[in-house]
Every structure is written in structure tokens, then in C-alpha cells.
């Protein structure tokens, strides 16, 4: 089975710029995540799908950040403008659903895009 | 919304022994889920474990075991016979209507 596929895996840009990530999930996974994680910390969740649905996009920051699932598949995660501030990892993550909480909600990651913004 | 807590951001442990990592949930949904996650140096997140609500019984998966107390909202990821390559960030993460992460221990595991 395929794993969840994330393009670039690195991605140096300079702030104000802009800069799109892509995820492709594994087939079948009805709920994606996109995740911020800082060097040190735990992954922030940004935004959570549900086929082609928000379920939940609270921490993303929407004058700058921007996210679509369509056709309920891939995803592309989108930063304009960059700063500083926004350098980190951005995992993506699929599961077979987000809820009730059991097996069948475990999230399996992509290896992640790790943007420097200079 | 959930909380995660995971008060150590740093454990050491002596290869062979058993290693105890802490993580306190706060839900006042009765069905919830917990699930640990390691994640080496190489970044890729790796899951170890799952433990719901209403199991019965604590979940064990090889060397990895949850000391889940439920009165107490701790679900504690034990070790069993630390080897050097558990020498990574754990994660503690709880499924709601969001995926939730603790902020993570660093284990290291000493020769």
C-alpha cells in the first residue's frame, strides 16, 4: 500500500514570497491533515478535511495560509506571503476517518515539507 | 476542544531498562481515543499504539505498553527493554473532532 505523498520535501524562500505544498493521501482516506510543525514542538493542526469538506481549519491563519481538497483526494496547502515566522515542517496526514475515535482514525504521515523561509 | 499535556521534554534511560512517558488528556467527551506517535531524528511520524476509552484492558504492541488511568485522564507510554534506537521524539495525540498533539518527550537512550 502506498504511503501518503508530499512534494517538495525541502523549499527555501525568501519572506513575502509565496509557496504551495501538495499531498497525496492514501487511496481510500476520507480525512487529511495539514500540520505545522515547529523545530522542538509538537505538530499544530492547520486544517482538517473530510472528503472535500473543512471540518476544522480554526488555527490556520487565513490572511495568509490556504488549503483545498478537491474531488476529495489530493490537497495543496498555499502561504502567501511568507514570513519569517513561518519556517517549519508541514506534515501532511490521511486517515480512513476522523471520528468516532478508534483504529480506524490512526493518521499516517507523509515525510513532510520542510520550508525555510529567509 | 482537547488538551494534551506532556510534562518531560527530556528523559534519559539506560539501554535495557523500561522507560515511563507521561501524557494527561482533558476531554469531556466520554469516547475518546489515545494514540502514541515516535518520531526519529529523520522526522518520518511513526505510530506505536492505541488505546480507546472503552477498552477494557491496557493496550500492548511488542515492547510498547499504556498504563491508561481513566480517574486520573493519563494514558503513560511504557518502554520495555530500551534499545538505542528508541532514541527519539514521542508523541501523545488524541482523535476528536481534531487530531490533538502533546508537545512531545525527547528519549534518549544511553549505551
Known amino acids: 500500500e502506498a504511503g501518503v505523498a508530499q512534494s517538495p520535501r525541502y523549499k527555501i524562500i525568501e519572506k513575502r514570497q509565496s509557496v504551495a505544498f501538495w499531498c497525496n493521501p492514501i487511496?481510500?482516506?476520507?480525512?487529511l491533515y495539514w500540520y505545522q510543525q515547529i523545530l522542538g514542538q509538537g505538530p499544530k493542526l492547520l486544517i482538517q478535511f473530510q472528503n472535500n469538506g473543512v471540518v476544522d481549519d480554526s488555527q490556520l491563519p487565513k490572511d495568509r495560509f490556504s488549503a483545498e481538497r478537491l474531488k476529495g483526494v489530493d490537497s495543496t496547502l498555499k502561504i502567501q506571503p511568507a514570513k519569517l515566522e513561518d519556517s517549519a515542517v508541514y506534515l501532511c496526514a490521511s486517515s480512513l476517518r476522523g471520528s468516532p475515535p478508534d483504529r480506524d482514525t490512526e493518521a499516517f504521515f507523509g515525510q513532510g515539507t520542510r520550508l525555510t523561509v529567509v | 476542544a482537547q488538551k494534551i499535556t506532556q510534562t518531560q521534554p527530556g528523559m534519559f534511560v539506560q539501554e535495557k531498562e523500561a522507560v515511563t512517558l507521561d501524557c494527561t488528556y482533558d476531554?469531556?467527551?466520554?469516547?475518546?481515543?489515545l494514540f502514541w506517535y515516535k518520531q526519529p531524528s529523520s522526522g518520518e511520524m511513526i505510530f506505536l499504539i492505541y488505546q480507546g476509552s472503552y477498552d477494557q484492558q491496557n493496550a500492548t504492541e511488542g515492547r510498547y505498553s499504556l498504563n491508561f488511568q481513566k480517574a486520573r485522564k493519563s494514558a503513560n507510554l511504557v518502554i520495555s527493554a530500551s534499545q538505542l534506537g528508541d532514541s527519539a521524539m514521542y508523541f501523545c495525540?488524541?482523535?476528536?473532532?481534531?487530531?490533538?498533539f502533546g508537545s512531545g518527550t525527547q528519549l534518549t537512550v544511553l549505551p
Open positions: 476531554t469531556s467527551d466520554p469516547s475518546y481515543g
Open positions: 487511496s481510500g482516506h476520507a480525512t
Open positions: 495525540a488524541s482523535p476528536c473532532r481534531q487530531l490533538t
